[in-house]
């Protein structure tokens, strides 16, 4: 059985079997989700600019449709110095479903002066290691 070709949707397949007299068996039934969509990421409003020591507020808007987000996390990149800070993840603002917000605060005061790119990260529950990837440019 090869789903590849599905439309998103949920389905169930019947495994039925039977032998050369004409017995039958409905022995399994499996249901199972497709989605092919991977989550939709909105940045709110902050803009790419130049920014003081101190802290910044991430607020995101990830809309899925179908199955829940399980994870949501944030890191930085040095453009300058080429290293990544490590992952973060993000408070769930608004209750699970199809749109749900998520907060950040984060403490400039760790970074050295320089160009900073930031990657908000969104799984779902069914694309396994799926990421939708929004970047963000911080110059301080």
């Given at each position: 059985f090869n789903a590849s070709n599905l439309a998103n949707g949920i389905y169930t397949v019947i495994v039925t079997a039977?032998?050369?007299?004409?017995?039958?068996n409905n022995t399994a039934t499996v249901t199972f989700t497709v989605d092919?969509?991977?989550?939709?990421?909105t940045l709110n409003g902050i803009s790419n600019n130049s920014y003081k020591l101190g802290l910044i507020y991430f607020n995101i808007t990830v809309t899925e449709n179908g199955v829940n987000v399980s994870n949501v996390q944030y890191r930085y990149f040095n453009i300058s110095?080429?290293?990544?800070?490590?992952?973060?993840?993000?408070?769930?603002?608004?209750?699970?479903?199809?749109?749900?917000?998520?907060?950040?605060?984060?403490?400039?005061?760790?970074?050295?002066?320089?160009?900073?790119?930031?990657?908000?990260?969104?799984?779902?529950?069914?694309?396994?290691?799926?990421?939708?990837?929004?970047?963000?440019?911080?110059?301080?």
């Open positions: 039977n032998d050369t007299k004409g017995n039958t092919n969509t991977p989550p939709k990421v110095g080429g290293n990544f800070g490590s992952y973060a993840s993000m408070s769930n603002a608004t209750p699970a479903g199809g749109t749900a917000d998520y907060n950040a605060t984060f403490n400039t005061t760790v970074l050295i002066d320089g160009n900073y790119t930031f990657e908000f990260f969104v799984n779902d529950t069914l694309i396994i290691g799926f990421k939708s990837i929004l970047s963000w440019f911080l110059r301080l």
